[in-house]
Nanobody, 118 residues
Framework: QVQLVESGGGLVRPGGSLTLSCVAT????????MGWYRQVPGKVRQALAS???????NYAEVAKGRFTISRDNAKNMVYLEMNSLKPEDTAVYYC????????????WGQGTQVTVSS
């Protein structure tokens, strides 16, 4: 059974930084690309970044140049370093496989809230 637990969110001022963490249980982590997603209430969940098991990263335009995804396969962890945060980055952030819910089960966790405000 796969479980994903995100942490590291919080309140940060515009221009600030946060690093999000996600710990994964289950075998899927070792074979799956992982990604970070975010969702604002009332809007569609948005993919931000992905990383293969080998460490190749890809970013959505909104994340390029400001966010960095990384993973530690030995620890079953995936991270999202976020810099130059803007108020429009305010959302709940989630990690999941790429594509989400690889294998058919629902892996979405509780997410971690990021609020960018002065």
């Amino acid at each position: 059974q796969v479980q994903l637990v995100e942490s590291g969110g919080g309140l940060v001022r515009p221009g600030g930084s946060l690093t999000l963490s996600c710990v994964a249980t289950g075998r899927v982590f070792s074979i799956a690309s992982m990604g970070w997603y975010r969702q604002v209430p009332g809007k569609v969940r948005q993919a931000l970044a992905s990383i293969t098991t080998g460490g190749t990263a890809n970013y959505a335009e909104v994340a390029k140049g400001r966010f960095t995804i990384s993973r530690d396969n030995a620890k079953n962890m995936v991270y999202l370093e976020m810099n130059s945060l803007k108020p429009e980055d305010t959302a709940v952030y989630y990690c999941n496989t790429v594509p989400p819910n690889l294998g058919g089960d629902d892996y979405w966790g509780q997410g971690t809230q990021v609020t960018v405000s002065s």
